[in-house]
């Protein structure tokens, strides 16, 4: 039976409204070898359950929490922050990038099918031996414009996971076309490209590689919106919107989707930051002013992230 898979378990798809396909609760990325900019995402549950209460307020029924082993995946915090905000959380599983692959787990000595093999005790049995299971593999990525060796590997086991198990993959690609590179990867691998989403896409505006990735059966997604760590970011959101106008103009809704990537405590509201709220309270109010319908909005916040996370 088709169902999303929470981490309090599995859910009538049709429960999920509007839904973030791409955040985070907690995040520490400045722990690994040689990075000192102490980018993290705290761990604060006070903190962290008043931001998920502002999002559910401002109508936010669900969101992915794309947080790996590595980078600080804790599945007994997303139950507890479920169960005390009231939202569905989906957690995500594999490996995100070469920087940040645990050393316990060996990529580089195992075997994409060994890899493939985890991932899906994961998302059947649960990780380790707390019986939460994964519903979405990602944040899957590469730490430049190319794949590594290691991460080539790890794409092929996640795209064999996701043939196994029908979950969805999220992709980490930024500021340049190397979505199409994972997509060739993982569909060489045997993954369906309608279950694949080319994330972060807004870092590289350039219409004519988000239609080959369309072309080929992907899926893009806008996810730094409201962002500001860069002048890019700050000022490039004006252009997001053009790119998006005539992605909806050519006909694509249904294969684009929206999220904000909160993954730094400057992002949160406590600390002066947007929160998980920048699409209700800014970004579509921008859309509708350039004549975006509500029902495009609601494709692209409600029926695309649920497509996507929607197994079976």
Not at 5 to 32: K, N
Not at 123 to 140: F, M, N, Q, Y
């Amino acid at each position: 039976m088709s169902h999303v898979m929470t981490v309090l378990g599995p859910v009538d798809p049709a429960s999920l409204a509007f839904t973030l396909p791409h955040e985070h609760t907690q995040c520490t990325l400045w722990h690994i070898q040689d990075r000192w900019d102490y980018w993290e995402l705290t761990p604060d549950e006070p903190v962290i359950l008043e931001e998920l209460r502002l999002f559910r307020e401002a109508g936010g029924t669900a969101l992915a929490d794309l947080t790996l082993p590595g980078i600080g995946r804790d599945p007994a915090w997303l139950r507890r922050l479920a169960e005390r905000s009231g939202l569905h959380i989906v957690m995500g599983g594999g490996w995100y990038r070469t920087a940040y692959y645990p050393t316990e787990v060996m990529i580089d000595r195992r075997s994409v099918d060994s890899l493939a093999d985890e991932l899906v005790r994961e998302a059947t049995d649960g990780v380790g031996d707390t019986g939460i299971r994964t519903g979405i593999l990602g944040e899957i990525g590469t730490d430049k414009p190319w794949i590594t060796p290691a991460e080539e590997r790890v794409h092929r086991a996640v795209a064999r996971a996701s043939r196994l198990t029908g979950m969805a993959v999220m992709t980490h690609a930024v500021m340049s076309p190397v979505g199409l590179a994972q997509l060739e990867v993982m569909e060489d691998a045997g993954v369906d490209p309608w279950r694949v989403v080319i994330g972060h896409a807004d870092s590289y505006p350039d219409l004519a590689h988000y239609l080959r990735s369309l072309e080929r059966g992907a899926s893009i997604e806008f996810d730094f919106l409201g962002m500001s760590f860069t002048p890019m970011e700050k000022y490039g959101e004006g252009r997001t919107v053009e790119l998006l106008l005539e992605l909806l103009h050519r006909g694509h809704a249904d294969r684009v989707l929206l999220s904000q990537d909160v993954c730094h405590n400057s992002q949160l509201r406590r600390y002066e930051g947007n929160g998980y709220t920048y699409l209700q309270t800014t970004f579509l109010p921008r859309l509708r002013e350039a004549g975006v319908s509500d029902a495009e909005i609601d494709q692209l916040t409600i029926a695309n992230p649920r497509r996507i996370l929607t197994i079976g």
